[in-house]
């Protein structure tokens, strides 16, 4: 059974930086994508940030050179540097992991999710 947990949200002011953190455990041999959506109650969730277990990432436009997304291979872990925080990047923030291998474990798994405020 794979496990998501994250941690690093909270409440800082506008222009701020905050670092979440999503550790992955369980029996995993293989991770292909890593990545954190974003959801406002109400809304649709969204793509923030992804990277693949080449290196490669994708962002949001409306993060581009604001959020740096990282990966440990050898902790199973995903990272996201959040630099010069709006308020309009206040929401929940959820991980999640594409398994490759075992095949038990294959498939797409989600942290429980961690909020991010952001105050003006």
């Known amino acids: 059974q794979v496990q998501l947990v994250e941690s690093g949200g909270g409440l800082v002011q506008a222009g701020g930086s905050l670092r979440l953190s999503c550790a992955a455990s369980g029996r995993i041999f293989s991770i292909n994508v890593m990545g954190w959506y974003r959801q406002v109650p109400g809304e649709q969730r969204e793509l923030v940030a992804a990277i693949a277990d080449g290196g490669s990432t994708n962002y949001a436009d409306s993060v581009k050179g604001r959020f740096t997304i990282s990966r440990d291979n050898d902790k199973n872990t995903v990272y996201l540097q959040m630099n010069t925080l709006k308020v309009e990047d206040t929401s929940v923030y959820y991980c999640?992991?594409?398994?490759?291998?075992?095949?038990?474990?294959?498939?797409?798994?989600w942290g429980q999710g961690t909020q991010v405020t952001v105050s003006s």
């Open positions: 999640y992991v594409d398994v490759r291998s075992p095949m038990s474990a294959r498939g797409v798994h």
